[in-house]
């Protein structure tokens, strides 16, 4: 019904840049909460970044001053443009959505992830 689709992640030098992408497509109503995490190995998966509906931003410590999260609600699409990267944000990143649907209207919310990219800052 919905799917969450990334791209944009890579190998990139510790001080580059990075900017991934996570379009969302299907049954769509409305979309609520979108967000980030990551899962380094042998790392719990952590919460990025998240950005609400009308633009309210929230950031994982390590990340505030260096990564941005927006979104365009017209093409249902989360960004995440992440700079002065270092070697210990290696990891997994995965998108999510809290998506109502069309068949079920505004009163239920379902929470969508997208695939995962890697993310790989190494020299």
């Known amino acids: 019904q919905v799917q969450l689709v990334e791209s944009g992640g890579g190998l990139v030098q510790p001080g580059g840049s990075l900017t991934l992408s996570c379009a969302a497509s299907g049954s769509i109503f409305s979309i609520g909460n979108m967000g980030w995490y990551r899962q380094a190995p042998g790392k719990q998966r952590e919460l990025v970044a998240v950005?609400?509906?009308?633009?309210?931003?929230n950031y994982e410590e390590s990340v505030k001053g260096r990564f941005t999260i927006s979104r365009d609600n017209a093409k249902n699409t989360v960004y995440l443009q992440m700079n002065s990267l270092k070697p210990e944000d290696t990891a997994v990143f995965y998108c999510?959505?809290?998506?109502?649907?069309?068949?079920?209207?505004?009163?239920?919310?379902?929470?969508?992830w997208g695939q995962g990219t890697q993310v790989t800052v190494s020299s």
């Open positions: 999510y959505a809290n998506i109502a649907l069309q068949q079920t209207g505004p009163k239920y919310n379902y929470q969508y």
């Open positions: 950005i609400t509906s009308t633009g309210s931003t």
